[in-house]
C-alpha cells in the first residue's frame, strides 16, 4: 500500500500543476481537529477575507490528493500547524509539515491538547529511514517555534481562533511589508 502511495506522489509532483490562490494552509490531524479548531479557524479566516486552504473545504470528489494539497502548500504564504495527540500517528501531517517546512513558510504552530515535548515522530516502518529523518526535523522546527497552547477542555474556542487570526493577518502584512521594501530595494539599486 506504501509502495502505491509513493508511487502517485512521485507520479502527481513530475505533472505540473498551479497553485490555488490561498494565503494560508492549515495543517492538521482531521480525526481530532477538523470538525473543531480546524474548521473553527478556516472559517474565521475566511470571515476576515483571507483565502485559506482546508482539505475538506477546497477538495471535492475525484481531485488529487497530494497534487492539490502539496500545490495549496507550495503556493501559500503561511502555514497553520494545529498539533493534537495523534498528530504524528498520520504520514500526511508530517508530510505537509515538512513540505511547508522545506519550502521556507512561515509556520504558526497550534499546540492543541499536546505539549510540544510529546511530539516525536516514531518509526512505525511505514516511513522510509529519510522520511523519519525529514519528518523529525520538520517537528523539531515546530516545536521550536513560538506557538499557541490550547486545551479543548479550559479553553476558550472563540478566544484561540480569535488570536490565531489575528496572528495570522500581521504575519502576512509582515510578508507584504519583506516583499516591498526587497521591491524598493531592488529599484534603488
Known amino acids: 500500500m506504501l509502495n502505491i502511495i509513493k508511487r502517485q506522489m512521485a507520479y502527481q509532483k513530475a505533472r505540473p500543476t498551479s497553485h490555488p490562490a490561498c494565503d494560508v ?3 492538521h490531524r482531521g480525526i481530532d481537529t477538523k470538525r473543531s ?3 473553527l479557524l478556516y472559517h474565521q479566516l475566511l470571515l476576515s477575507r ?3 486552504f482546508l482539505d475538506n473545504k477546497n477538495m471535492k470528489p475525484g481531485d488529487k490528493l497530494f497534487e492539490n494539497i502539496d500545490s495549496a502548500i ?3 504564504k503561511i502555514g497553520v500547524a494545529v498539533f493534537s495527540p495523534r ?3 498520520s504520514y500526511f501531517c508530517l508530510h505537509e509539515l515538512a513540505l511547508m517546512m522545506e519550502s521556507g513558510k512561515k509556520v504558526i504552530p ?3 491538547d499536546v505539549k510540544p515535548s510529546e511530539l516525536r515522530v516514531s518509526d512505525n516502518k511505514i516511513c522510509s529511514g529519510s522520511e ?3 519528518f523529525g526535523y520538520a517537528i523539531e522546527e515546530a516545536k521550536n517555534t513560538v506557538g499557541l497552547a490550547f486545551n479543548t477542555t479550559k479553553g476558550n474556542w472563540s478566544d484561540v481562533v480569535t488570536y490565531a487570526t489575528e496572528l495570522v493577518k500581521e ?3 509582515e510578508i507584504e511589508n519583506e516583499k516591498h521594501a526587497t521591491r524598493q530595494a531592488q529599484i534603488l539599486y
Open 25 to 27: 494552509f492549515i495543517n
Open 37 to 39: 479548531i480546524a474548521s
Open 50 to 52: 483571507i483565502p485559506s
Open 74 to 76: 507550495l503556493g501559500c
Open 87 to 89: 498528530y504524528c500517528q
Open 110 to 112: 497550534i499546540f492543541c
Open 132 to 134: 523519519i529523518k525529514r
Open 171 to 173: 504575519s502576512l502584512i
